[in-house]
């Protein structure tokens, strides 16, 4: 998904994505694990220091930044997410914490890495 946003919130925006359609899915007995790909920098330091930048951002992650995101959404599909998280007393708290945990650096595969995961 293309969005004209400043890269921390298109990441924010990714990853709320990415738990929403986890919970759809486990919603419907369905087994699978969060995956976001980001494009590929044209240096591999370029993309080293992005995704050291990703995990930092996931980190520090915390409901107000969650909260930004909602409030600047403007795609049906994130109004749908935030839609679901509320019906479903998912708070942005909670949402943060589950994102910490699913996106932590030893659940992330880099493919800038040669060892195998």
């Known amino acids: 998904m293309k969005a004209d946003m400043e890269q921390n919130d298109r990441i924010l925006q990714a990853l709320i994505l990415s738990q929403y359609r ?11 694990k969060p995956v976001i790909l980001f494009k590929a920098q044209k240096t591999v330091a370029e993309s080293e220091a992005n995704l050291e930048n990703f995990n930092k951002l996931v980190k520090e992650l915390k409901a107000e930044q969650i909260q930004n995101i909602k409030n600047k959404a403007n795609s049906e599909i994130v109004l749908m997410a935030f ?4 019906e479903n007393k998912i708070s942005l708290e909670s949402l943060a914490n589950e994102l910490k945990d699913d996106f932590a650096p030893e659940n992330c595969v880099s493919a800038n890495d040669d060892s195998e995961a």
Do not use: H, P
């Not at 919970?23 to 699978?32: G, L, R, S, V, Y």
């Not at 839609?83 to 509320?86: G, I, N, P, Q, R």
């Open 22 to 32: 986890l919970k759809i899915a486990e919603q419907n007995k369905i087994f699978c």
């Open 83 to 86: 839609k679901f998280f509320e």
